[in-house]
């Protein structure tokens, strides 16, 4: 059974904005805090944004004030809306969810569900 799956993304130039969204089983949406990783090539998988089953938020410092999260309770979604975008934000983006969430993004180890991933570009 898929817990998450993933869908947006694409390719955008330097300062536009994509769209990506997340639908949870509802056990997970309901009990786990959701967010997103991603993954450039040559790099680590990093944190990128969580929300709280109440809607508490926590983001990457490389992207706050431009990347925001939220969910949606009627759709079992989670979104990240991605503004301003720079090419060093073009990496694989990954839906996550973890049982406990804090002030600060989860670990990778602490991920207890993964979507496929969806691409993001940015063009210079």
């Known amino acids: 059974q898929v817990q998450l799956a993933e869908s947006g993304g694409g390719s955008v130039q330097s300062g536009g904005s994509l769209s990506l969204s997340c639908a949870a089983s509802?056990?997970?949406?309901?009990?786990?805090?959701l967010g997103w990783f991603r993954q450039a090539p040559g790099k680590e998988r990093e944190g990128v944004a969580f929300?709280?089953?109440?809607?508490?938020?926590t983001y990457a410092d490389s992207v706050k004030g431009r990347f925001t999260i939220s969910r949606d309770n009627a759709k079992n979604t989670v979104a990240l809306q991605l503004n301003s975008l720079k090419p060093e934000d073009t990496a694989m983006y990954y839906c996550?969810?973890?049982?406990?969430?804090?002030?600060?993004?989860?670990?990778?180890?602490?991920?207890?569900?993964w979507g496929q991933g969806t691409q993001v570009t940015v063009s210079s």
């Open positions: 996550a969810s973890a049982p406990v969430c804090g002030s600060d993004l989860p670990p990778q180890i602490a991920v207890a569900f």
């Open positions: 509802e056990h997970v949406y309901s009990a786990y805090c």
């Open positions: 929300i709280e089953p109440y809607g508490i938020t």
